[in-house]
T-cell receptor, first 114, second 114 residues
Framework: AQSVSQHNHHVILSEAASLELGCNYS??????LFWYVQYPGQHLQLLLK????DPLVKGIKGFEAEFIKSKFSFNLRKPSVQWSDTAEYFC????????????WGAGTKLIIKP | DAGVIQSPRHEVTEMGQEVTLRCKPI?????LFWYRQTMMRGLELLIY????????DSGMPEDRFSAKMPNASFSTLKIQPSEPRDSAVYFC????????????FGSGTQLSVL
């Protein structure tokens, strides 16, 4: 069965610190990969996605993620976080043979101290 | 566009009561998803509709759960009778077409069953 693992459930950083949130998945086939963000009191929204091509993808608000196929990983990064990045971040994986099934990680709650 | 609208935002009920959650997808979207989010299991797909037809309801936990989509602009998720273990956040999402990057989420319904 497919699964997605996010290594950290809670991360606390100071403003201007660098961020890396881990995401690993288990699936042997071809995948699409997503990071979603949920700001306090708001709905889930797409941060970035990887379908094919350049394994380094850039998303909104200065976030990027790198797909490393050999490691089944899709880690999220940001060089310098801001207080407004406080949110919960979810990694999700879609097997390309399905156009509707997303397998979700448990989420990482990120708190940025001003 | 108002986005995906869910109601109520919060629902507190007693065990054994019937609960109905509502979702209005974005106008023009032809797919609708119901998800459940819990601390233990994260985000899980309960049911997926395409063009108002249930395509995959394998995620519906048991017969106490039912979902309907009588038309393109409205869906309900009903739990009867409710149990404390149903306490969770229930999300509705919709999209136009088949791309998962086009998924838009509602703000969720926080359900507490006492």
């Amino acid at each position: 069965a497919q699964s997605v693992s996010q290594h950290n459930h809670h991360v606390i950083l100071s403003e201007a610190a660098s961020l890396e949130l881990g995401c690993n998945y288990s699936y042997g086939g071809t995948v699409n990969l997503f990071w979603y963000v949920q700001y306090p009191g708001q709905h889930l929204q797409l941060l970035l996605k990887y379908f094919s091509g350049d394994p380094l993808v850039k998303g909104i608000k200065g976030f990027e993620a790198e797909f490393i196929k050999s490691k089944f990983s899709f880690n999220l990064r940001k060089p310098s976080v801001q207080w407004s990045d406080t949110a919960e971040y979810f990694c999700a994986v879609n097997a390309k043979d399905s156009n509707y099934q997303l397998i979700w990680g448990a989420g990482t709650k990120l708190i940025i101290k001003p | 566009d108002a986005g995906v609208i869910q109601s109520p935002r919060h629902e507190v009920t007693e065990m054994g009561q019937e609960v109905t959650l509502r979702c209005k997808p974005i106008s023009g979207h032809n797919s609708l998803f119901w998800y459940r989010q819990t601390m233990m299991r994260g985000l899980e797909l309960l049911i997926y509709f395409n063009n108002n037809v249930p395509i995959d309801d394998s995620g519906m936990p048991e017969d106490r759960f039912s979902a309907k989509m009588p038309n393109a602009s409205f869906s309900t998720l009903k739990i009867q009778p409710s149990e404390p273990r149903d306490s969770a956040v229930y999300f509705c999402a919709s999209r136009r077409g088949t791309g998962l990057e086009k998924l838009f989420f509602g703000s969720g319904t926080q359900l507490s069953v006492l």
